[in-house]
């Protein structure tokens, strides 16, 4: 249950902003690569049943996956990759190396303002 932990500490991050801008968060988003296998639905779903009764509930988690990223080794631009197109866009060689997976980041909270 990955996402179990992860909607653990999605839930003190979240709860410890909404107490320093003393505003009652209504939706997140956060952000991981491709390989981070996140279930969307399972997380929503650890995340609601976590905040009942804290000030996170009802909130809604939006879950952005990130593609892959390579970086060219002929023109050195890094670019999303594709398996179904697994060349640089920038200059066509298939020399090329992936980079690390994107970490899972909160990337933004949206409070209830009033
Ligand atoms: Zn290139």
């Known amino acids: 249950m990955h996402e179990a932990v992860i909607a ?25 690569g491709e390989l981070n ?16 009764e804290t000030v996170c509930e009802g909130m ?9 990223q390579a970086r060219c080794g002929q023109c050195g631009q890094t670019f999303a990759f594709r398996l179904s197109e697994a060349r640089c866009p920038h200059c066509g060689k298939e020399d090329f190396e992936l980079l690390p997976d994107a970490p899972l980041v909160l990337e933004e909270i949206e409070f209830d303002k009033e």
């Open 8 to 32: 653990q500490s999605l839930l003190e991050v979240i709860s410890q902003e909404a107490r320093k801008q003393d505003a009652k968060p209504v939706a997140a988003k956060v952000s991981c």
């Open 37 to 52: 296998a996140i279930n969307d639905e399972v997380l929503a779903f650890a995340f609601e049943a976590i905040s009942r």
């Open 60 to 68: 809604t988690l939006q879950v952005e996956h990130k593609p892959m």
